[in-house]
């Protein structure tokens, strides 16, 4: 089989703009949990809902509470359909149908609802006895309603 060559006139404007918009990709990332911002609570909680969220990820043995990770949990079950967003994304960036910030705008709306659908439904460790009377429930990480409210995601410069 011989090579073939594919010539076609390009635009220099329309070829300036793709090459403006892919090097717009470059230096962001999308970050998905609690930012500082959405951090309080009105149960003047001092850890915040950053904070709890925090412990309950990694957990805190020496407390006696055990990993319930949700945000890496999430993240890691969703992973193909984050690339195949990406990937159809990434075409309407290219044919200018849609901008960068857009684009990871959309990754981060989907990341988020994801961590918050995993903290309602995700098989957790369960509460203690203790917690369950206090806050009335078994169900780990839903209490007041405050932190899963808290997580969004934010579009920030490597």
Same mark, same amino acid.
């Given at each position: 089989?011989?090579?073939?060559?594919?010539?076609?006139?390009? &635009?220099?404007?329309?070829?300036?703009?793709?090459?403006?918009?892919?090097?717009?990709?470059?230096?962001?990332?999308?970050?998905?949990?609690?930012?500082?911002?959405?951090?309080? %609570?009105?149960?003047?909680?001092?850890?915040?809902?950053?904070?709890?969220? =925090?412990?309950?990820?990694?957990?805190? !043995?020496?407390?006696?509470?055990?990993?319930?990770?949700?945000?890496?949990?999430?993240?890691? +079950?969703?992973?193909?359909?984050? %690339?195949?967003?990406?990937?159809?994304?990434?075409?309407?960036?290219? %044919?200018? +149908?849609?901008?960068?910030?857009? =684009?990871?705008?959309?990754?981060?709306?989907?990341?988020?609802?994801?961590?918050?659908?995993?903290?309602?439904?995700? &098989?957790?460790? !369960?509460?203690? !006895?203790?917690?369950?009377? %206090?806050?009335?429930?078994?169900? !780990?990480?839903? +209490?007041?309603?405050q932190m899963i409210q808290s997580v969004t995601f934010e579009?920030? &410069? +490597?």
């Amino acid at each position: 089989m011989k090579p073939v060559t594919v010539v076609k006139d390009i &635009d220099p404007k329309k070829y300036e703009a793709l090459i403006r918009r892919l090097g717009e990709l470059a230096g962001h990332a999308v970050m998905v949990g609690i930012p500082e911002g959405k951090n309080g %609570r009105t149960d003047e909680d001092e850890i915040g809902s950053a904070g709890i969220l =925090a412990v309950h990820e990694f957990g805190a !043995p020496e407390q006696g509470i055990p990993e319930r990770s949700v945000v890496r949990r999430a993240i890691r +079950d969703n992973l193909g359909k984050y %690339r195949k967003l990406n990937e159809q994304n990434l075409r309407k960036v290219v %044919r200018g +149908d849609m901008s960068v910030a857009q =684009a990871l705008g959309v990754l981060g709306a989907v990341a988020a609802g994801d961590v918050q659908l995993t903290i309602r439904t995700a &098989d957790l460790a !369960p509460l203690k !006895p203790e917690t369950i009377r %206090r806050k009335g429930s078994s169900k !780990p990480l839903i +209490d007041t309603g405050q932190m899963i409210q808290s997580v969004t995601f934010e579009v920030r &410069d +490597d």
